[in-house]
């Protein structure tokens, strides 16, 4: 009898030949800091980024991108406006919206934000356990949060194999209550769209230790929902994602080399991304 994972596992040739086919138009309202490295992450897995934030022009892009990606790691008050112009516009356009709420939990206006993006439909969130449960705790899921360490993960909130079933309902939990697909990344990926829950365990310590690896795999996440469905999209997205990570750290290592490298080798194994190293690699569980 064919269990749930090897439904799921059977799905990822054919979901991730699509994405690369489709060439997904990704338009990214992101962080300045990592802007460079999002526009080269969506490259290198098979689509097409745009980087376009000024409100004037916005509705432009959303009206040909298969999907918006919104981070807010940047909130000037020109990028504020782009974001919800487009969350707006995506939603009548039926364009998905991926939303990466870095360091929500910090202050007000981190949360008004969110909370203004969550008015409209959301395909898919994508932030630290931190950033997942200051979420929770805006719309009433879980009544207490721990504020986020900058754009860190809490160290309270670092998922473990402890934790990971109380964190697991949290995230299912939410992910019922917003409607949408919810990926906390971190040591270990819990993903959920409410339905099926899956903690994932690829992925290396050194991925933290460079700027960005978030920012990147909500960019990767939002192309692969441009050429899927939510659930399969962010699945794939994050076996690509960790397991280019794995790949980069034996190379390092295997050189004897440092961070610098390991960002530059990161790039490469997403672009040599394939559905038979995802599958002989993934390493994740259902819930």
């Known amino acids: ?50 980087m376009a934030d000024e409100p004037k022009e916005v509705k432009d892009f959303v009206e040909i991108a298969d999907v918006v990606v919104i981070n807010i790691g940047n909130t000037t008050e020109n990028q504020v406006k782009a974001m919800n112009i487009a969350s707006a516009h995506a939603n009548e356009t039926n364009t998905p919206v991926v939303i990466d709420p870095v360091g929500v939990g910090v202050g007000e206006l981190r949360s008004k934000i969110i909370l203004d993006l969550l008015e409209n439909d959301v395909a898919a969130i994508r932030g630290n356990m931190s950033e997942i449960k200051a979420i929770a705790n805006l719309v009433g899921v879980i009544d207490n949060s721990n504020m986020v360490k900058g754009v860190d993960v809490c160290l309270d909130d670092i998922v473990t194999k402890d934790n990971l079933e109380a964190n697991g309902e949290i995230i299912k939990t939410l992910a019922n209550e917003l409607n949408t697909v919810i990926l906390a990344s971190g ?50 997205a994050s076996l690509i994602m960790t397991i280019a990570g794995e790949h980069a750290r034996k190379k390092v290592d295997e050189l004897d080399l440092g961070t610098g490298s390991f960002r530059a080798f990161l790039i490469d194994y997403l672009s040599k991304a394939n559905a038979e190293d995802l599958i002989d690699n993934e390493n994740f569980v259902i819930l």
């Open 187 to 236: 040591e270990i990926d819990i993903l959920s769209d409410g339905e099926t829950t899956l903690a994932i365990f690829n992925g290396d310590e050194m991925m933290p230790l460079i700027t960005g690896s978030g920012c990147m795999l909500t960019s990767i996440v939002g192309t692969c929902i441009g050429g899927s469905d939510p659930f399969m999209g962010t699945l794939i």
């Open 1 to 50: 009898m064919i269990n749930k994972k090897d439904k799921i596992l059977e799905e990822i040739p054919k979901t991730l030949r699509e994405i690369q086919e489709k060439n997904p138009l990704t338009h990214c309202l992101t962080n300045t800091v990592t802007i460079n490295d999002c526009a080269n992450a969506v490259l290198a897995i098979g689509g097409s980024p745009a």
